[in-house]
């Protein structure tokens, strides 16, 4: 474990990244840090994080669950730090009780919900165009197949309209689509910094986003009508396994799902079956229900189906200014 021969010095700040996954994130703390000698970063396993979260003032979560027994042993924590968006990771209630603040990175100022909106039009563009199919013609040495579809003409339905839906809308926009989307509450981006949008403003207003707005109780209407589907929401007791047999039923078949923002979101058993019987036109995934995603999943093979190793905001400029 990196520095822990001056764990014993009082004069250090000690902080502690969960696991080795996400490297970028350590990587760029330290090379920030790397001037100030009275700041430690370690990076340990997830396994060892229980036994020595005792000797930290500042945990960077990542992707671990820090549940209350491992937060009750960390008796020098100050802060919870998810290095990101998502939160549902830590017992919030635990480290409130232990005293414990408790923080995320917003991904509208870090450039996150821009590359993640980014990965999100990649993935909707590799099903479009048949990317699997593509990779076997280019192996078989065939020219002009397969046959792919446009993103131009399509109805795109964001489900969850937070900051990486925003995003997404705006690059969208260009690709002549029509933009649905439902949010619980719309009065939260009702007034939006815009002003590098060249969208037309009014009243510090953002328009020309959104064709139809919904809020939750119009989830399966507005899956009906969409050729594509986009999981943008956030992971939490009610939003769990949204996209279930109900919702996917809803859906026009043939037409795209995409999921941007957490596995959790996705009941896997229905995927699945949706998949096999051809309901579900295709699946492009960033985050998928455990990870590391097991690489023999059998969902995987099927030729309609895109997984990316949760990179949507895994971008040099959006990890930099999370560093920062």
Same mark, same amino acid.
């Given at each position: 474990?990196?520095?822990?021969?001056?764990?014993?010095?009082?004069?250090?700040?000690?902080?502690?990244?969960?696991?080795?996954?996400?490297?970028?994130?350590?990587?760029?703390?330290?090379?920030?840090?790397?001037?100030?000698?009275?700041?430690?970063?370690?990076?340990?396993?997830?396994?060892?994080?229980?036994?020595?979260?005792?000797?930290?003032?500042?945990?960077?979560?990542?992707?671990?669950?820090?549940?209350?027994?491992?937060?009750?042993?960390?008796?020098?924590?100050?802060?919870?730090?998810?290095?990101?968006?998502?939160?549902?990771?830590?017992?919030?209630?635990?480290?409130?009780?232990?005293?414990?603040?408790?923080?995320?990175?917003?991904?509208?100022?870090?450039?996150?919900?821009?590359?993640?909106?980014?990965?999100?039009?990649?993935?909707?563009?590799?099903?479009?165009?048949?990317?699997?199919?593509?990779?076997?013609?280019?192996?078989?040495?065939?020219?002009?197949?397969?046959?792919?579809?446009?993103?131009?003409?399509?109805?795109?339905?964001?489900?969850?309209?937070?900051?990486?839906?925003?995003?997404?809308?705006?690059? +969208?926009?260009?690709?002549? /689509?029509? %933009?649905?989307?439902?949010?619980?509450?719309?009065?939260? =981006? !009702?007034?939006? #910094?815009?002003?590098?949008?060249?969208?037309?403003?009014?009243?510090?207003?953002?328009?020309?986003?959104?064709?139809?707005?919904?809020?939750?109780?119009?989830?399966?209407?507005?899956?009906?009508?969409?050729?594509?589907?986009?999981?943008?929401?956030?992971?939490?007791?009610?939003?769990?396994?949204?996209?279930?047999?109900?919702?996917?039923?809803?859906?026009?078949?043939?037409?795209?799902?995409?999921?941007?923002?957490?596995?959790?979101?996705?009941?896997?058993?229905?995927?699945?079956?949706?998949?096999?019987?051809?309901?579900?036109?295709?699946?492009?995934?960033?985050?998928?229900?455990?990870?590391?995603?097991?690489?023999?999943?059998?969902? +995987?093979?099927?030729?309609? /189906?895109? %997984?990316?190793?949760?990179?949507?905001?895994?971008?040099? =400029? !959006?990890?930099? #200014?999370?560093?920062?």
């Amino acid at each position: 474990m990196e520095g822990m021969a001056r764990s014993s010095d009082k004069n250090i700040t000690r902080v502690l990244f969960c696991g080795p996954h996400f490297p970028a994130s350590h990587n760029y703390t330290k090379e920030y840090l790397q001037n100030y000698p009275s700041i430690q970063v370690d990076v340990v396993p997830i396994s060892d994080v229980p036994d020595v979260i005792a000797n930290y003032h500042l945990c960077v979560v990542k992707t671990m669950r820090l549940d209350s027994n491992c937060i009750s042993r960390a008796n020098q924590m100050k802060l919870i730090m998810q290095f990101g968006v998502g939160l549902e990771g830590v017992d919030i209630n635990a480290a409130t009780r232990c005293g414990i603040k408790v923080a995320r990175i917003p991904g509208d100022v870090t450039g996150n919900a821009a590359s993640c909106a980014e990965l999100t039009i990649y993935l909707m563009l590799g099903l479009l165009r048949k990317q699997n199919e593509m990779r076997m013609a280019i192996e078989q040495k065939k020219l002009g197949v397969p046959t792919g579809e446009t993103l131009l003409g399509k109805t795109v339905f964001i489900l969850g309209f937070g900051n990486i839906g925003v995003e997404l809308a705006k690059r +969208l926009r260009p690709f002549g /689509v029509k %933009i649905i989307a439902t949010k619980r509450s719309w009065a939260s =981006h !009702s007034q939006v #910094s815009c002003q590098s949008s060249a969208l037309a403003v009014k009243n510090g207003i953002i328009d020309d986003l959104v064709d139809e707005k919904g809020c939750h109780e119009d989830i399966f209407e507005f899956a009906s009508k969409a050729d594509v589907v986009v999981c943008c929401l956030s992971l939490n007791k009610q939003t769990a396994g949204i996209v279930n047999k109900s919702f996917l039923s809803s859906m026009k078949k043939g037409s795209l799902l995409v999921n941007i923002a957490r596995g959790g979101l996705l009941d896997y058993e229905a995927i699945a079956h949706y998949l096999e019987c051809g309901h579900l036109g295709g699946l492009g995934i960033d985050v998928a229900w455990t990870e590391p995603f097991d690489p023999n999943d059998p969902i +995987l093979k099927f030729k309609n /189906v895109l %997984i990316t190793p949760h990179v949507g905001g895994v971008t040099e =400029h !959006s990890y930099r #200014s999370m560093a920062k």
